[in-house]
């Protein structure tokens, strides 16, 4: 199994442009604010070998809570490729309209949901607006 770094580098390797290119600069900006970080890939596959979602670098750590009282280790702050562009998520918020609330009038041309940014490109956004938005959800899910 190759390490998570070089499963990440394949999977920008992967990317067309100029997806690939934003997001290693996201990576690294993401880096900058988190850098002793635990690093995630998920490959987007269930147990099964089935694809479920698409696959995603994860930052970070934090308990994620269940309705049911459980409670798993997961990301803080995740990025993924889509059809479209790429998608930033902030995991763990308590106020699933907070982002769009306070970010989302700044951030340029993105589509902010609960707890997902949703981008073309990074010349679309305001970059300084999204690391704020990351570094709001890295500080309320601090362990």
């Known amino acids: 199994m190759p390490r998570i770094d070089e499963q990440i ?5 992967a990317q067309p442009e100029p997806k690939r290119t934003d997001m290693r600069e996201l990576h690294r900006a993401i880096l900058g604010l988190m850098p002793k970080c635990k690093l995630w890939f998920m490959d987007g596959k269930d147990g099964s070998g089935k694809t479920v979602s698409n696959p995603n670098v994860g930052y970070g750590t934090q308990a994620l809570k269940y309705a049911n009282g459980d409670t798993r280790e997961f ?12 998608s930033v ?12 609330q306070a970010f989302g009038r700044d951030l340029g041309k993105a589509k902010v949901t609960g707890y997902c940014i949703k981008f073309r490109t990074l010349s679309d956004i305001s970059v300084e ?13 601090a362990n």
């Open 75 to 86: 990301y803080q702050i995740g990025i993924s490729a889509n059809t479209t562009g790429i």
């Open 9 to 13: 580098d394949d999977y920008f390797a």
């Open 89 to 100: 998520y902030i995991l763990g918020l308590e106020d699933r309209k907070y982002l769009a």
């Open 129 to 141: 607006t999204l690391k704020a938005a990351m570094r709001y959800g890295i500080d309320q899910t």
